[in-house]
């Protein structure tokens, strides 16, 4: 198989992977625009699968070859332990198994190819090794171990290369492959794509990252937009091929819409693979690309955008002042209902200002709904296509509408319509929320107001993409290429930390589920009939209270419903926050960290009837946990190293859940980035300590419990708790922590798992297996003082509660050296007689044996799933990738996601 010119295309397969390299080669021949050769690596005997894919290939006319590699001669290559199948490092071999080739294109089996691999086989590689795309997030760990690597981003992706053969059989032999793994990246779980790296360092030819873009970038860039580039952007929007390399896989359960890009693509060519899988064996034929199962073939394919109407008269177009267009899906229609129920009837038509109001979707009409107020594209409905459907919206609306300005949100978005005329600013066609400060883009789902030129040169701009996150390409678009006078206003929210209310001038909040959209509702139609000043332990604010039951702060998004009883206590029920129960004193109310002082009204002037409300805001509080224990007695220590925008994104996270909780920060890493780690943390943390000069990395990590000891001696001691939590940085929370602890209970100690420290366990455990633990200073002191020759039990996971008596006997204790503190800290709590409990983090009752996710690795796409789901996994570890508050909230919206209950019976 060695036809001339055509592109030589190679996969490495097992049986494990076989349906996701049918999916891929469907792409890779739909996409052909003339001959392929493709070669498939395996180590098994060939079988039936094989057939599948020969089928496949006949089914396009184009050529396979299966070439056998002989397992042996990777023979020690692999750990014992490693999870790494062997059939990913046969690549290093193709030099030698097809000596007659000079170049090669090598794809990992979950891509999905968009674009024609001749573009990329033509690449000249010149005297460069290898031409691969840029690794946009490699673990920096990793790379430190490339001391000739002087620029980090130089790291590639090895799942999509051009591979120039003739260098690879010259510099990087087999054996010189074996000698880097075991002197330079032995310790990596990534062994081969680190032994490319090490090797091709200063040789490779960086492709565009259209070439390899990771389904993951879809994720980071919505909320990282530090790193967003324009090579990023136009990568996202016009991609080559897309690599499933993260925990994004379109073939697992997983909401299709939310974070899975090209999940409907995938399964269109995965459903088009199954069925030429199982058909009898066709003859060579013409190329796929004209054949009409081709999933792109004009006979498929949805309408055209716009058809030339020649001859035809022109549409009479509606002349309005604001156009609204509100973007959702076609199974959004619960969502629409929620906006129908509020928002939609305010402002239409004010002091001449005039405003219309449309949701569109993609393709495929819903029956049950009103047409009148929903516009149907021709364009696809998935979160992928965005860019797409809503260009497609802007041509709809300069062609059906004579507007001035047009205004696009989301169907998870409360906007004061009213309020749209406050949005205009002098010599401004471009306006959007403070993201557009930041990134040169706006917040797609808070909304972004545009003029209607600006609209009418975004839709003749040339090459606009079709496929990525709308706000960021349209935005950078808008601002960068047709130069608008723009201007970034707070009065949009991109989530719904704040909202519309009287007294204030926000116009839009995201993020809002159909719930929610009802409470901001009654709260922006009802006028306040008390205000209250409100000194909190950590904050001040204005209180809002309304006669139907609703009450929220003035400055911030937070919401609830209130209670007065019959002795006069105050109930709040906060939507987002722990319930608080504050008693009457005087015209004020008091709690433990609370205090209310009336400025104007008072709350017992209201009628007892409309103070109790239509709803018993008091209903199950008595099941609740008692959540307000866990954030007195409790502190939370912080634990970091690096990674710093992540840490100050955790660290947000765990205020919104928790805002009452007192945290404080313990530094670990590098003494010169200790500044800088201040910085980053410093606005979620009460208190800073730097650990930075503490032995070297491996002993803070090992002995985190020598690191609090030392913590508590010199600053923790002299604060008020019963209860320290020690929180790593690689742990994703997603819900109040007194949601996902047991009641700490003096003076026990808490770690998950508690696992009985046994024979078998002693050989499973990495850590112990080789009996190295019965020699450390540590187990030679409890066994000459304590009478404990081996501890009765040891954890495996973080995120380890100690008692403050556990800690004022640690003080006492010799600083010796040991084992991991998953094993010290057993041991220690059992020698000093301090009882141990199993945390057991509340909150799945699924599986009340795995409640924190203590693994290799957590995948996005496992995270995602745990939100959507009722009663799922809150608590996870370790992640690593960057998950935003954003994420979060977008992903539990599945969980409240019903249908919206009837206004008038909630209203109150």
Same mark, same amino acid.
Request: charged share 25%; aromatic share 10%; with cysteine.
């Given at each position: 198989?060695?036809?001339?010119?055509?592109?030589?295309?190679?996969?490495?397969?097992?049986?494990?992977?076989?349906?996701?390299?049918?999916?891929?080669?469907?792409?890779?021949?739909?996409?052909?625009?003339?001959?392929?050769?493709?070669?498939?690596?395996?180590?098994?005997?060939?079988?039936?699968?094989?057939?599948?894919?020969?089928?496949?290939?006949?089914?396009?006319?184009?050529?396979?070859?299966?070439?056998?590699?002989?397992?042996?001669?990777?023979?020690?290559?692999?750990?014992?332990?490693?999870?790494?199948?062997?059939?990913?490092?046969?690549?290093?071999?193709?030099?030698?198994?097809?000596?007659?080739?000079?170049?090669?294109?090598?794809?990992?089996?979950?891509?999905?190819?968009?674009?024609?691999?001749?573009?990329?086989?033509?690449?000249?590689?010149?005297?460069?090794?290898?031409?691969?795309?840029?690794?946009?997030?490699?673990?920096?760990?990793?790379?430190?171990?490339?001391?000739?690597?002087?620029?980090?981003?130089?790291?590639?992706?090895?799942?999509?290369?051009?591979?120039?053969?003739?260098?690879?059989?010259?510099?990087?032999?087999?054996?010189?492959?074996?000698?880097?793994?075991?002197?330079?990246?032995?310790?990596?779980?990534?062994?081969?794509?680190?032994?490319?790296?090490?090797?091709?360092?200063?040789?490779?030819?960086?492709?565009?990252?259209?070439?390899?873009?990771?389904?993951?970038?879809?994720?980071?860039?919505?909320?990282?937009?530090?790193?967003?580039?324009?090579?990023?952007?136009?990568?996202?929007?016009?991609?080559?091929?897309?690599?499933?390399?993260?925990?994004?896989?379109?073939?697992?359960?997983?909401?299709?819409?939310?974070?899975?890009?090209?999940?409907?693509?995938?399964?269109?060519?995965?459903?088009?693979?199954?069925?030429?899988?199982?058909?009898?064996?066709?003859?060579?034929?013409?190329?796929?690309?004209?054949?009409?199962?081709?999933?792109?073939?004009?006979?498929?394919?949805?309408?055209?955008?716009?058809?030339?109407?020649?001859?035809?008269?022109?549409?009479?177009?509606?002349?309005?002042?604001?156009?609204?267009?509100?973007?959702?899906?076609?199974?959004?229609?619960?969502?629409?209902?929620?906006?129908?129920?509020?928002?939609?009837?305010?402002?239409?038509?004010?002091?001449?200002?005039?405003?219309?109001?449309?949701?569109?979707?993609?393709?495929?009409?819903?029956?049950?709904?009103?047409?009148?107020?929903?516009?149907?594209?021709?364009?696809?409905?998935?979160?992928?296509?965005?860019?797409?459907?809503?260009?497609?919206?802007?041509?709809?609306?300069?062609?059906?509408?004579?507007?001035?300005?047009?205004?696009?949100?989301?169907?998870?978005?409360?906007?004061?319509?009213?309020?749209?005329?406050?949005?205009?600013?002098?010599?401004?066609?471009?306006?959007?929320?403070?993201?557009?400060?930041?990134?040169?883009?706006?917040?797609?789902?808070?909304?972004?107001?545009?003029?209607?030129?600006?609209?009418?040169?975004?839709?003749?701009?040339?090459?606009?993409?079709?496929?990525?996150?709308?706000?960021?390409?349209?935005?950078?678009?808008?601002?960068?290429?047709?130069?608008?006078?723009?201007?970034?206003?707070?009065?949009?929210?991109?989530?719904?930390?704040?909202?519309?209310?009287?007294?204030?001038?926000?116009?839009?909040?995201?993020?809002?589920?159909?719930?929610?959209?009802?409470?901001?509702?009654?709260?922006?139609?009802?006028?306040?009939?008390?205000?209250?000043?409100?000194?909190?332990?950590?904050?001040?604010?204005?209180?809002?209270?309304?006669?139907?039951?609703?009450?929220?702060?003035?400055?911030?998004?937070?919401?609830?419903?209130?209670?007065?009883?019959?002795?006069?206590?105050?109930?709040?029920?906060?939507?987002?926050?722990?319930?608080?129960?504050?008693?009457?004193?005087?015209?004020?109310?008091?709690?433990?960290?609370?205090? !209310?002082?009336?400025?104007?009204? =008072? #709350? %017992?002037?209201?009628?007892?009837?409309? *103070?109790?409300?239509? +709803?018993? $805001?008091?209903?199950?509080?008595?099941?609740?946990?008692?959540?307000?224990?866990?954030?007195?007695?409790?502190?939370?220590?912080?634990?970091?190293?690096?990674?710093?925008?992540?840490?100050?994104?955790?660290?947000?996270?765990?205020?919104?859940?928790?805002?009452?909780?007192?945290?404080?920060?313990?530094?670990?890493?590098?003494?010169?980035?200790?500044?800088?780690?201040?910085?980053?943390?410093?606005?979620?943390?009460?208190?800073?300590?730097?650990?930075?000069?503490?032995?070297?990395?491996?002993?803070?990590?090992?002995?985190?419990?020598?690191?609090?000891?030392?913590?508590?001696?010199?600053?923790?001691?002299?604060?008020?708790?019963?209860? !320290?939590?020690?929180?790593?940085? =690689? #742990? %994703?929370?997603?819900?109040?922590?007194? *949601?996902?602890?047991? +009641?700490? $209970?003096?003076?026990?100690?808490?770690?998950?798992?508690?696992?009985?420290?046994?024979?078998?366990?002693?050989?499973?455990?990495?850590?112990?297996?080789?009996?190295?633990?019965?020699?450390?200073?540590?187990?030679?002191?409890?066994?000459?003082?304590?009478?404990?020759?081996?501890?009765?039990?040891?954890?495996?996971?973080?995120?380890?509660?100690?008692?403050?008596?556990?800690?004022?006997?640690?003080?006492?204790?010799?600083?010796?050296?040991?084992?991991?503190?998953?094993?010290?800290?057993?041991?220690?709590?059992?020698?000093?007689?301090?009882?141990?409990?199993?945390?057991?983090?509340?909150?799945?009752?699924?599986?009340?044996?795995?409640? !924190?996710?203590?693994?290799?690795?957590?995948? %996005?796409?496992?995270?995602?799933?745990?939100?959507?789901?009722?009663?799922?996994?809150?608590?996870?570890?370790?992640?690593?990738?960057?998950?935003?508050?954003?994420?979060?909230?977008?992903?539990?919206?599945?969980?409240?996601?019903?249908?919206?209950?009837?206004?008038?019976?909630?209203?109150?």
């Amino acid at each position: 198989m060695n036809t001339p010119d055509a592109p030589h295309v190679f996969f490495s397969v097992n049986t494990r992977f076989m349906p996701l390299l049918r999916v891929a080669l469907v792409s890779l021949l739909t996409k052909a625009g003339g001959r392929i050769s493709v070669h498939v690596l395996h180590v098994e005997k060939r079988n039936d699968s094989h057939a599948s894919l020969m089928r496949i290939c006949e089914h396009f006319g184009q050529e396979i070859e299966f070439i056998p590699v002989e397992s042996r001669i990777f023979e020690g290559w692999l750990h014992r332990r490693q999870r790494t199948p062997l059939e990913m490092i046969l690549r290093l071999a193709i030099p030698a198994l097809k000596p007659g080739l000079r170049k090669a294109v090598y794809l990992d089996c979950d891509v999905l190819v968009l674009d024609d691999i001749q573009k990329l086989w033509r690449t000249p590689l010149g005297n460069h090794a290898a031409g691969a795309a840029r690794d946009m997030w490699a673990d920096s760990a990793r790379l430190r171990f490339f001391p000739q690597n002087k620029d980090p981003l130089d790291y590639f992706n090895s799942g999509v290369m051009l591979l120039n053969l003739d260098w690879m059989r010259r510099e990087l032999p087999l054996e010189r492959c074996f000698e880097i793994r075991r002197e330079v990246v032995n310790w990596s779980h990534l062994q081969d794509q680190d032994v490319l790296n090490y090797a091709m360092q200063g040789r490779t030819l960086l492709l565009p990252l259209r070439w390899n873009v990771q389904a993951e970038f879809f994720v980071r860039i919505r909320g990282s937009p530090d790193v967003v580039t324009e090579e990023l952007l136009e990568a996202v929007g016009n991609p080559a091929i897309v690599h499933f390399s993260s925990g994004l896989k379109p073939w697992k359960e997983s909401p299709k819409e939310h974070g899975i890009p090209f999940h409907a693509h995938y399964q269109k060519s995965e459903e088009l693979a199954r069925r030429l899988s199982a058909s009898p064996a066709l003859s060579i034929g013409k190329p796929f690309s004209n054949h009409p199962e081709n999933p792109d073939s004009p006979m498929t394919q949805d309408i055209p955008a716009h058809e030339e109407k020649n001859g035809q008269p022109s549409i009479m177009k509606e002349k309005v002042t604001f156009l609204v267009g509100v973007c959702s899906a076609r199974s959004y229609a619960n969502r629409r209902a929620a906006v129908r129920q509020t928002w939609l009837g305010i402002g239409h038509e004010n002091e001449g200002v005039k405003t219309r109001i449309l949701f569109f979707h993609g393709k495929g009409a819903n029956p049950t709904e009103n047409p009148e107020d929903t516009v149907e594209l021709a364009a696809k409905d998935g979160y992928d296509f965005l860019p797409g459907k809503v260009l497609e919206f802007f041509r709809h609306a300069l062609e059906h509408f004579d507007f001035e300005w047009l205004f696009k949100c989301d169907d998870d978005t409360y906007l004061a319509v009213d309020r749209l005329p406050s949005l205009l600013e002098k010599d401004v066609d471009f306006i959007g929320d403070a993201m557009l400060a930041k990134r040169r883009a706006p917040s797609g789902g808070a909304g972004y107001l545009m003029s209607r030129e600006i609209v009418e040169k975004l839709t003749r701009f040339p090459n606009l993409p079709q496929t990525g996150p709308e706000d960021l390409l349209l935005g950078r678009i808008i601002v960068d290429k047709l130069k608008a006078r723009w201007h970034s206003t707070p009065k949009l929210c991109h989530d719904h930390s704040r909202a519309p209310r009287p007294g204030n001038d926000i116009v839009s909040s995201h993020w809002c589920t159909p719930q929610r959209l009802l409470r901001l509702h009654n709260g922006y139609q009802s006028p306040p009939d008390a205000i209250y000043e409100a000194t909190h332990s950590q904050w001040k604010d204005k209180v809002l209270f309304s006669k139907n039951g609703f009450f929220a702060r003035l400055s911030s998004g937070c919401t609830g419903r209130w209670f007065s009883d019959e002795n006069e206590r105050l109930v709040l029920r906060w939507h987002d926050w722990d319930a608080e129960i504050l008693k009457r004193e005087g015209l004020a109310y008091r709690g433990e960290n609370f205090e !209310l002082r009336p400025e104007r009204g =008072d #709350i %017992l002037s209201i009628p007892r009837a409309a *103070r109790n409300g239509s +709803e018993d $805001v008091m209903h199950g509080m008595e099941n609740w946990p008692d959540l307000t224990s866990l954030n007195s007695r409790a502190i939370l220590l912080f634990r970091f190293h690096s990674h710093f925008p992540l840490c100050r994104e955790r660290l947000r996270i765990l205020r919104h859940f928790n805002p009452r909780l007192s945290i404080y920060a313990l530094y670990g890493g590098s003494p010169q980035e200790a500044e800088k780690a201040r910085q980053a943390t410093r606005e979620f943390v009460l208190g800073f300590w730097d650990f930075s000069r503490f032995g070297d990395a491996r002993r803070k990590w090992l002995r985190g419990d020598l690191m609090i000891r030392e913590w508590y001696e010199k600053f923790g001691n002299a604060l008020n708790f019963s209860f !320290l939590i020690s929180h790593e940085w =690689d #742990i %994703l929370t997603a819900a109040p922590l007194g *949601r996902i602890y047991p +009641e700490f $209970v003096s003076p026990k100690t808490y770690v998950s798992p508690l696992q009985r420290f046994s024979r078998e366990e002693e050989q499973l455990w990495f850590w112990t297996r080789n009996g190295k633990w019965r020699e450390t200073p540590f187990m030679k002191h409890l066994s000459a003082n304590h009478g404990m020759e081996r501890p009765r039990h040891v954890t495996r996971g973080p995120g380890m509660v100690f008692s403050r008596e556990f800690l004022e006997a640690q003080r006492i204790f010799p600083a010796l050296d040991g084992m991991h503190d998953e094993f010290v800290v057993p041991a220690l709590a059992e020698a000093l007689g301090i009882p141990l409990e199993d945390s057991g983090f509340f909150g799945n009752p699924r599986n009340a044996g795995l409640r !924190l996710w203590n693994t290799c690795g957590v995948e %996005l796409g496992d995270i995602q799933r745990e939100l959507c789901t009722p009663g799922g996994m809150r608590i996870f570890h370790p992640v690593k990738s960057l998950v935003t508050l954003e994420d979060i909230q977008a992903w539990t919206e599945f969980e409240t996601a019903n249908p919206v209950p009837d206004a008038s019976k909630t209203a109150g």
